[in-house]
């Protein structure tokens, strides 16, 4: 099996800034693209941002100029780094990994348990 834990949530102030990390573990062959989403209550999920392997990134509107995406392939980690925060960035955030298992010839997609980002003052 695959597992992915994330880490790095919490209760931040308009405008400040928090680091979420995700790590992948398990029956790992090769780790393709690793990503964040996040939903808010009420809403659908959304991307928020996403890198492949060779380093292409994609963002959210919502999300671009602000956020940064980054993963250690070595490790199979991905981290969000979050800045100039706002109350609608407020949401339960779940990393997102396309897994290769030995043995297999597709990808297939693995969710976290979601970690909760609050932003209020």
């Known amino acids: 099996q695959v597992q992915l834990v994330e880490s790095g949530g919490g209760l931040v102030q308009p405008g400040g800034s928090l680091r979420l990390s995700c790590a992948a573990s398990g029956s790992i062959f090769s780790v393709n693209a690793m990503g964040w989403y996040r939903q808010a209550r009420g809403k659908q999920r959304e991307l928020v941002a996403a890198i492949t392997s060779g380093g292409w990134m994609n963002y959210g509107d919502s999300v671009k100029g602000r956020f940064t995406i980054s993963r250690d392939n070595a490790w199979n980690r991905v981290h969000l780094e979050m800045n100039s925060l706002k109350p609608e960035d407020t949401a339960v955030y779940f990393c997102?990994?396309?897994?290769?298992?030995?043995?297999?010839?597709?990808?297939?997609?693995?969710w976290g348990q979601g970690t909760q980002v609050t932003v209020s003052s």
């Open positions: 997102n990994a396309n897994v290769k298992r030995p043995g297999t010839s597709l990808g297939y997609d693995y």
